[in-house]
């Protein structure tokens, strides 16, 4: 008997999520883990830790962004071209007034990730906006967590009526 039953194309279509900061009121480590967990495809009921099964995240207002206590001002981000003396550090506000707060929440995802292969294209599945506007307005099935049903789409209608056409042909 085969171990693969039905159509797994469907399975592993890709969502684009949406994510408002400015209506959400999560802090950014729990904004970044629930993000993590969407892009490995881990809310899913086909996930494997080998295969890169997860979703697209759109996410808009990072202007936004808020953590707890002072992590804004304390909060140091290092890094260092392996040359002596070259190691920079720069605080999260700093950080968030040159590279914006899309940067901010960008490094707190990748370091939630497991550090594999995947990564990588993981991460290019993380869109980050400043404000509202974003070019992936048609692409949202799922917009702040109301989510539309997939099995209303019509070419979702007509791969399962072309499935059942076969099955019943056979």
């Not at 802090?27 to 009921?45: F, N, Y």
């Not at 086909?46 to 890169?52: E, F």
């Not at 594999?116 to 599945?125: F, Q, W, Y």
Request: aromatic residues 6%.
């Amino acid at each position: 008997m085969s171990q693969f039953t039905g159509q797994t194309r469907l399975a592993y279509s890709r969502v684009w999520h949406s994510v408002n900061l400015s209506s959400d009121p999560r802090p950014l480590g729990r904004l970044a883990s629930s993000i993590a967990v969407t892009l490995m495809g881990k809310h899913k009921p086909i996930y494997d830790p080998s295969t890169d099964c997860g979703d697209y995240v759109v996410v808009m207002g990072c202007k936004d962004l808020h953590t707890t206590g002072k992590k804004m001002q304390q909060k140091k981000y290092y890094k260092h071209t392996t040359r002596p003396g070259s190691l920079k550090e720069i605080t999260m506000d700093r950080l968030m007034a040159k590279w914006g707060g899309g940067e901010i929440l960008r490094r707190a995802v990748r370091g939630m990730l497991p550090k594999n292969r995947l990564r990588d294209d993981r991460m290019a599945r993380l869109k980050c906006f400043e404000g509202q506007a974003h070019p992936y307005k048609q692409n949202l099935l799922l917009h702040n967590a109301q989510s539309k049903s997939i099995g209303s789409r019509s070419d979702v209608q007509a791969t399962l009526q072309e499935q059942k056409s076969t099955t019943a042909a056979q």
